[in-house]
């Protein structure tokens, strides 16, 4: 099973690149952003909860989007391979995610983490923010208070990888068909095509 976590900042073209990943490669894709916002459309208890975290640009409580991921892995038993899109995003849940996965006798195989300037991050941002219905991607300041919880607490989930040699970094920054060769090339050279 080849289990990939896309890294990277708010903005960063995570679920951009997930969705051209997992065409290519048939993984199942799991991004916690996507799921709290199906929780939050479906007006549910955890997705009200989830609401007041995200509209003011903070990460939500662990034990929600660990809860999430361990449902997810369940309901998915014959996956040839997992896409982590926004998750770990704390090193509670990649050791959590660590954990779930020695369960079922498998592991992280690779982290590609995607490097991108604070200013073309907000930038991004703002200019989805336009069109999107995202409430988070509105204001600028909620948008700053996300970069900083990424650097506060996110930052070194790769830095806890790296320890395991398990982490290539990747410019984020030019055609989005460009970044996806570079991530397709660090891909076929754990896994050949
Ligand atoms: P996410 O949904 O994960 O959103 P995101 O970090 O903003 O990145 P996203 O993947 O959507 O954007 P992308 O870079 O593709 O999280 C939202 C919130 O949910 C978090 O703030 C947090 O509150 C909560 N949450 C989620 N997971 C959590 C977890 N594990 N723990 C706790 N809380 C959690 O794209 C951004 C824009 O850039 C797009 O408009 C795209 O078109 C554009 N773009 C992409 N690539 C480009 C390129 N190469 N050039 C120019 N523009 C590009």
């Known amino acids: ?61 662990d034990e929600v989007v660990i809860g999430m991921i361990g449902s997810a892995l369940d309901a998915n038993p014959n996956a040839k391979g997992f896409l982590f899109d926004g998750f770990p995003r704390t090193e509670a849940q990649a050791e959590a995610l660590d954990a779930l996965l020695a369960g079922k006798g498998s592991e992280i195989t690779l982290v590609l983490a995607l490097e991108v300037g604070e200013e073309e991050l907000v930038a991004r941002l703002l200019n989805r923010g336009l069109t999107s219905s995202r409430s988070d991607d509105r204001d600028e300041n909620v948008i700053r208070k996300r970069l900083q919880e990424y650097h ?41 095509a």
Do not use: C
Request: overall charge neutral; charged content about 25%; glycine content about 10%.
């Open 1 to 61: 099973m080849f289990n990939l976590i896309l890294f990277g900042p708010p903005g960063s073209g995570k679920g951009t690149q997930s969705e051209k990943l997992i065409e290519k490669f048939g993984w199942i894709h799991l991004s916690t952003g996507d799921l709290l916002r199906k929780e939050i459309a479906n007006a549910t208890q955890l997705g009200l909860e989830a609401k007041a975290f995200i509209d003011k640009g903070q990460l939500v409580p």
């Open 152 to 192: 506060n607490k996110t930052a070194i989930v790769a830095d806890y990888y790296a320890k395991f040699g398990k982490v290539a970094r990747i410019k984020g920054e030019g055609t989005i068909d460009d970044i996806f060769q570079s991530l397709v090339a660090e891909i076929e050279a754990k896994q050949p």
